[in-house]
């Protein structure tokens, strides 16, 4: 394998700079799906995102455009749930529905039907100078915004009503959270596929948070890892002629089993340094009341 | 949401305006206050003032809407009708310690993080965190005792520090009043005593507000008592009698020392009640989402 030749490929360039863009939504979004627990929540919208994509195949139009479209109206009307009914039930309604409304569009669609796997597992060979730019613009804005309001968004995402207490406009910053995460999602589908985009927002900040304990770092190291997997298994595609996504997803997952070996390895090497255990006996925490 | 009724209030409804004798108006106040979660109000037309000097401790069954009270005067919830009256002078600082259940110990912070978000306050996007607030974390991790665990990530935590972490991080933004709500509950018999030390010795410059259900342990501390069970009885002596929980309870009960649990004596005019349920007998379905 040669570099020099994988760079002359256009379309491994545009996927080779969406994949470092992605890291920078890895690293910010996906450590904030995680840690808010909206990781089925985002899997839903990529599903539920398919039936717009279908829709406007169907019409002619620019597929992301309807998959966007759907994506954020889902995003928000799970954001108002008023919890009449458990909120993963909705999720996996829409999941469905999406996924069905969508087959069934592009079933109709006349002429040339577009290869359902490259929807559903990502094409790299999809992606033009012009998602490369959407994807940059997108990762820009939401790590310009952390940056901003880094104090505000850490303080909801941990603990809301304190954070209402103290005059934070929590639900301003808990649409906004939803909102990027759907727009996230959607980007993602053009790399890695509506199945797979999941993998790459949860993946690398979980080896983050594996391995580091505040959240500035993890957001960090999960941008890292991010590009790492991303760029990574474009190489290995490439050089094995691997199908771009799942060569992602698997890169990404082998880390998991490393960062959990040197976090055990760290945590034993902390136990024998200090001699009485750092953990003072803490009782199991219990929901009260 | 701070604006007064607009009706006033007639001169027949239970204030504690009429117990206080404290010129000075109350810090903050409800005034016939009702709120609920779905139909059924889990408050009702409650009145309550909170003064500086006052240690109250709000008492009362499981689901009698303790925790919604709180959180009606910290301004989380809005109420059906009523209104709740803040007046702080520094720009409305209220320091709140949440029930210890709702802490998520998987959360990348460490216990320095925790304590610096509670001087949010006002700024501008960008801005890191000013010196002065970074002094009032170092405060109140000092006052706290929590110096030498700092850098520590929150899992590392035993219960008791983690609940003076949380206090901390109420102190950080430098209340003018404090509320606790179950503050003794998952934390070790032996930390419960310095604890309510330490809420003492921050009685001495700022009214503290403790939602118990349990009122032992602050019996030595506690200076007005508001029974809450849909209604609020205000009790300024701060002493607990028989007639009291009898009168939120709704039942004749036996005061051992600890004021709840209680053993029932007699059952109460309902007769279709089994008298070992009478703890729900506020409104177990409206309030139990929030474990209030």
New interface residues.
């Given amino acids: 394998m040669h570099l020099g030749d994988f760079l002359a490929y256009d379309f491994l360039r545009h996927a080779l700079l969406a994949g470092l863009a992605a890291s920078v939504l890895c690293g910010v979004v996906g450590t904030l799906m995680v840690?808010k627990r909206l990781v089925f929540f985002g899997a839903g919208l990529s599903h539920a995102a398919f039936g717009g994509l279908g829709l406007c195949h169907f019409l002619g139009l620019d597929p992301t455009l309807g998959a966007a479209a759907v994506a954020v109206l889902a995003a928000l009307a799970l954001g108002g749930d008023d919890r009449r009914r458990p909120r993963d039930a909705t999720i996996g309604i829409l999941w469905a529905v999406g996924m069905a409304a969508g087959i069934v569009f592009i079933h109709f669609t006349p002429g040339y039907a577009p290869d359902l796997l490259s929807y559903l597992f990502g094409n790299v060979l999809a992606v033009g100078g012009r998602e490369v730019v959407l994807v940059w613009v997108l990762a820009g804005a939401v790590a310009l915004a952390l940056?901003?309001?880094y104090?505000?968004t850490?303080?909801v995402?941990?603990?809301e009503?304190?954070?209402?207490?103290?005059?934070?406009p929590t639900g301003a910053v808990t649409t906004a959270i939803l909102l990027v995460t759907a727009l996230s999602v959607v980007f993602l589908i053009q790399l890695v596929g509506i199945v797979l985009v999941i993998a790459l927002l949860t993946v690398p900040p979980v080896v983050a948070?594996t391995l580091?304990?505040?959240?500035k770092?993890?957001v960090l190291a999960a941008t890292l890892f991010g590009a790492v997997m991303t760029t990574g298994g474009l190489l290995l595609s490439y050089a094995y002629d691997l199908p771009s996504g799942p060569a992602m997803v698997l890169l990404g997952a082998a880390f998991l089993p490393v960062a959990t070996l040197i976090r055990r390895w760290r945590q034993r090497r902390g136990a024998s340094t200090q001699a009485p255990s750092?953990?003072?006996?803490?009782?199991p925490?219990?929901?009260?009341? | 949401m701070s604006e007064p009724a607009s009706r006033p209030t007639a001169a027949t409804h239970r204030t504690s305006a009429v117990h206080s004798p404290a010129a000075a108006p109350p810090l903050v106040e409800a005034r016939r206050v009702t709120f609920g979660y779905a139909r059924e109000p889990v408050l009702e037309n409650v009145d309550l003032a909170i003064r500086r000097g006052d240690f109250l401790a709000i008492l009362g069954p499981?689901g009698g809407g303790k925790?919604t009270l709180v959180r009606l005067l910290?301004?989380?919830l809005q109420p059906w009708s009523g209104a709740v009256v803040r007046r702080l002078e520094r720009g409305?600082a209220?320091g709140?310690v949440?029930?210890?259940?709702?802490?998520?110990?998987?959360?990348?912070?460490?216990v320095r993080?925790?304590v610096?978000?509670?001087c949010?306050?006002?700024?501008r996007?960008?801005a890191r965190?000013s010196a002065a607030g970074r002094a009032a974390a170092r405060r109140a991790l000092h006052r706290m005792g929590l110096e030498a665990v700092a850098e520590?990530?929150v899992?590392?935590?035993?219960?008791g520090?983690?609940q003076r972490t949380l206090i901390a991080?109420a102190l950080a933004?430098e209340p003018e009043i404090l509320f606790l709500d179950?503050p003794l509950?998952?934390?070790?018999a032996e930390f419960r005593g310095s604890l309510v030390a330490t809420l003492e010795e921050l009685h001495r410059e700022i009214p503290v507000v403790v939602v118990t259900?349990d009122l032992t342990p602050f019996a030595t501390a506690v200076r007005q008592i508001a029974c809450v069970n849909r209604c609020l009885h205000y009790h300024p002596e701060g002493k607990l009698t028989a007639d009291m929980l009898e009168e939120v309870y709704g039942c004749p009960v036996e005061l051992i020392t600890h004021g709840v649990p209680h053993r029932v004596l007699a059952t109460h005019g309902d007769a279709a009640h089994d008298p070992h349920q009478h703890h729900h007998h506020g409104d177990p379905l409206a309030g139990g989402s929030d474990?209030?």
């Fill in positions: 840690v940056a901003a309001f104090r505000e850490v303080a995402a941990f603990d009503e304190f954070a209402a207490v103290q005059g934070v948070l580091f304990r505040d959240f770092s993890v750092p953990r003072a006996p803490a009782p925490v219990r929901p009260v009341g | 499981n925790t910290l301004g989380l409305g209220f709140y949440p029930q210890f259940a709702t802490f998520d110990r998987t959360f990348p912070l460490r993080d925790v610096e978000m509670g949010l306050g006002r700024r996007p960008f965190l520590r990530h899992d590392d935590l035993s219960g520090q983690i991080r933004g179950e509950a998952s934390v070790d259900h474990g209030a």
